[in-house]
């Protein structure tokens, strides 16, 4: 008798580690006869990835994204976040046994969008929606053309681990599109639709993209990011997005709270968020002196912001730095 692939597996096999390639490439719930998946399969196997929770190694996300800022940083480019309005798909026309498929970055196990789509959005947007075909043939380089843009997109990829929730969408008029005759079935009301669920992004979920200027255009890449608020903001990034997948909303890194944090930081040489872990206590009592309640809230906002993504604010590694956390939160947010 044929056994599905890995179903012979003992003990089976549990999802850990690259949950991407776990997710692509070890899929159990074949029939017998490898003419599809089982009754629910598709459902099942995307449950499987979707009840693990939130999906990616919190400690290399965080490390990535310093070294993409830092790397940004130095090349006079531009970092943006942003986070997702709702649900965000991407790499839905990849092949996979539950018949839609999903983009996963190859080292990081998690959802990506990889640059090039990026730069094809935002393409879109400057020139289908604005018409400003000239401005974007130097951004982005002319079509048909050897020449190369102004400006470098990198791939966005999450800060911090991913929640991934199930869709579903329902197709009324199947035998119409899978018809092959020369004179198919019209799409008509008294088609049974069908259920296909696929895997999504939640909402809430936040993405870090990069710009970088080739040759110091500067100012085209300032254009550029300009161009990607209102692509995501309006038309979005992924499939689907013409039912209103894949909208972002900007994430704003220069408040005064982090302009504050950053020029603290680089008095010591350092990045904000290891300033903010190896300074705890100084940070803390500089905090207090703050006059300004403005800045203060704000510089606040910034401290629990990066304290919450790695893990501190709900779980201080020791009792001394619990002790500083439950200052913060009662010196601002239980005296207000």
């Not at 919450?308 to 601002?332: D, F, H, L, M, N």
Request: glycine share 8%; with cysteine; net charge negative.
């Amino acid at each position: 008798m044929v056994i599905p692939l890995y179903r012979c597996s003992s003990p089976p096999l549990e999802l850990k580690g690259n949950v991407g390639l776990w997710y692509d490439k070890f899929c159990d719930k074949w029939r017998e006869d490898w003419t599809g998946l089982v009754d629910k399969g598709k459902n099942d196997w995307i449950n499987a990835v979707v009840l693990k929770g939130e999906i990616g190694d919190e400690n290399l996300l965080r490390e990535i994204a310093e070294r993409r800022n830092a790397h940004l940083s130095a090349m006079g480019g531009t970092a943006l976040r942003f986070r997702t309005k709702g649900p965000f798909v991407t790499g839905l026309g990849r092949s996979h046994p539950v018949e839609n498929g999903f983009s996963w970055h190859h080292s990081l196990g998690v959802p990506y969008l990889p640059g090039s789509s990026v730069k094809g959005m935002v393409r879109s947007w400057a020139t289908k929606w604005n018409n400003l075909e000239d401005e974007a043939d130097e951004i982005f380089g002319p079509e048909n053309s050897t020449k190369v843009g102004s400006v470098i997109f990198l791939d966005a990829i999450p800060v911090q681990p991913v929640k991934l929730k199930m869709e579903i969408m329902t197709p009324h008029y199947g035998p119409y599109y899978t018809e092959t005759t020369k004179y198919p079935e019209p799409p008509a009301d008294w088609h049974s639709p069908v259920p296909i669920p696929f895997l999504a992004v939640d909402a809430e979920q936040e993405f870090l993209f990069g710009l970088i200027p080739r040759d110091e255009h500067t100012e085209k890449c300032q254009k550029a990011g300009e161009w990607l608020k209102e692509a995501l903001q309006k038309i979005g990034a992924g499939a689907k997005t013409a039912v209103g997948y894949g909208r972002f909303d900007y994430f704003d890194l220069t408040s005064p709270g982090l302009e504050w944090l950053e020029e603290q930081a680089s008095r010591h040489r350092m990045s904000i968020e290891d300033f903010a872990k190896d300074r705890f206590n100084p940070l803390a009592s500089d905090w207090a002196a703050i006059e300004d309640p403005n800045l203060k809230a704000s510089v606040y906002k910034e401290i629990k912001r990066i304290y919450q993504e790695i893990g501190y604010w709900t779980s201080a590694p020791t009792k001394e730095r619990k002790k500083v956390i439950e200052k913060y939160y009662k010196a601002w947010e239980g005296g207000r």
